[in-house]
T-cell receptor
């Protein structure tokens, strides 16, 4: 069965430090992968997505993610975190088993220290 | 582009009443809309998928008679929580996709906070 794992429930970093949020997936075919960000009480905003091609994907707000098939990973990175990046981050894989839908990871809550 | 709105953003109702939540794609036609439920500090749980003009497909364990979904047009889907109870209190989020298929990106609404007293 398809699944998405975000091993880190909470991550705390200092403002200006680099960030890496982990995402591992289990999927039989070529996955369609997404990262979304959710601010408190808000909906989800798409940061970036990977369908095919270059395995390093650039997104909005200075984020990037790298697809590594050998590790079944799609980790999100940012070289310098801003206080406004504090939010919940969700990794998702597009499932084509039956009706097309997303399978979300459990999310990683990012806290940024001033 | 690709903006999805939800109305209302917050609703408080009494136990036993029904509540309707609207989801609109403002600047594109949404072939497929999705309804999610999110409990505090948890991930999103897909409730159902709806395609314009056809019956919604509900996920296992979701009561279709309790959570009525209507996708009457390419820009509007509604979720009606019938005979709401306190355990239905949650954050409900909709999303919309443009073209269907495995490469379709979902665009999410801002969510609706439902509180049932």
């Amino acid at each position: 069965a398809q699944s998405v794992t975000q091993p880190d429930i909470h991550i705390t970093v200092s403002e200006g430090a680099s960030l890496e949020l982990r995402c591992n997936y289990s999927y039989g075919a070529t996955p369609y992968l997404f990262w979304y960000v959710q601010s408190p009480g808000q909906g989800l905003q798409l940061l970036l997505k990977y369908f095919s091609g270059d395995t390093l994907v650039q997104g909005i707000k200075g984020f990037e993610a790298e697809f590594k098939r050998s590790q079944s990973s799609f980790n999100l990175r940012k070289p310098s975190v801003h206080w406004s990046d504090a939010a919940e981050y969700f990794c998702a894989v597009g499932s084509t088993s039956g009706t097309y839908k997303y399978i979300f990871g459990t999310g990683t809550r990012l806290k940024v220290l001033a | 582009g690709a903006v999805v709105s939800q109305h209302p953003s917050r609703v408080i109702c009494k136990s036993g009443t029904s509540v309707k939540i609207e989801c609109r794609s403002l600047d594109f036609q949404a072939t497929t809309m999705f309804w999610y439920r999110q409990f505090p500090k948890q991930s999103l749980m897909l409730m159902a998928t709806s395609n314009e003009g056809s019956k919604a497909t509900y996920e296992q364990g979701v009561e279709k008679d309790k959570f009525l979904i209507n996708h009457a047009s390419l820009t509007l889907s509604t979720l009606t929580v019938t005979s709401a109870h306190p355990e239905d209190s949650s954050f409900y989020i909709c999303s919309a996709g443009m073209g269907g298929g495995s490469t379709d990106t979902q665009y999410f609404g801002p969510g609706t906070r439902l509180t049932v007293l």
